[in-house]
């Protein structure tokens, strides 16, 4: 049995029928290890906003529907972090259905 790259490098050098068999738990690391890098930049993403207003989510929000002038760059600031924060909360339900082991494989 080969481990992934193995597998790779003799397909780069023309072994064609080789057949890999891969766990159900070697797939869900490998899909956890993306969730877990996704998960990390909508993090940075949603930190950055909160340095840059010095606020939470909730809190600048609040801030702008009060505001007397209007701020365009913030109000599309204000999309953006609501839309990393449902991508936060939807790829850690993700992540947490991965180490639970609730998910299907293809065979």
Not at 72 to 78: G, P, R, S, V
């Amino acid at each position: 049995m080969f481990n992934l790259s193995e597998y790779l490098n003799l397909l780069e050098t023309g072994y064609k029928n080789i057949m890999l068999t891969l766990t159900k738990k070697q797939i869900g690391n490998w899909v956890l290890l993306d969730y877990l890098a996704q998960r990390q930049q909508f993090q940075d993403k949603i930190n950055f906003l909160e340095k840059k207003y010095n606020a939470d989510l909730k809190a600048f929000e609040a801030k702008l529907e009060t505001a007397t002038s209007e701020d365009f760059q913030a109000w599309d600031d204000l999309i953006e972090w609501k839309a990393y924060t449902q991508f936060l909360s939807e790829i850690d339900s993700k992540i947490a259905d991965i180490r639970n082991g609730d998910f299907q494989v293809a065979g």
